[in-house]
């Protein structure tokens, strides 16, 4: 069956940095391209960063960009985020999604997998 599994979270000070993970099991993950999502409570699910079936095409939205880092090993059926320089604002639940279209990522509806998603917490 097919599966989507985050690890790496937990609470963090600011400043800090954390790796998250994602396995992929059960589809051909090569295939897909991949993405990490995370909502805050009281907001919209919100992309922040997407890296291409074969790991070359990656993009980090503004809010993140020289902080966080995207990557995946397909050997693996792996990703991961790098999380650095994490401030409050990045608290949220951090969830892979795994989709066909590049034209695609920003699209939710668009998505054949998600993770249930793994917490960050920062704070002093």
């Known amino acids: 069956q097919v599966q989507l599994v985050e690890s790496g979270g937990g609470l963090v000070q600011p400043g800090g940095s954390l790796r998250l993970s994602c396995v992929a099991s059960?589809?051909?993950?090569?295939?897909?391209?991949m993405t990490w999502f995370r909502q805050a409570p009281g907001k919209e699910r919100e992309l922040v960063a997407a890296v291409g079936n074969f790991g070359i095409s990656t993009l980090h939205v503004d809010s993140v960009k020289g902080r966080f880092t995207i990557s995946r090993d397909n050997v693996k059926k792996t990703i991961y985020l790098q999380m650095n320089s994490l401030n409050i604002e990045d608290t949220a639940v951090y969830s892979c999604g795994a989709v066909k279209r590049w034209a695609d990522i920003r699209d939710i509806k668009s998505y054949d997998y998600w993770g249930l998603g793994t917490q960050v917490t920062v704070s002093s």
């Open positions: 059960g589809f051909i993950f090569k295939d897909y391209h």
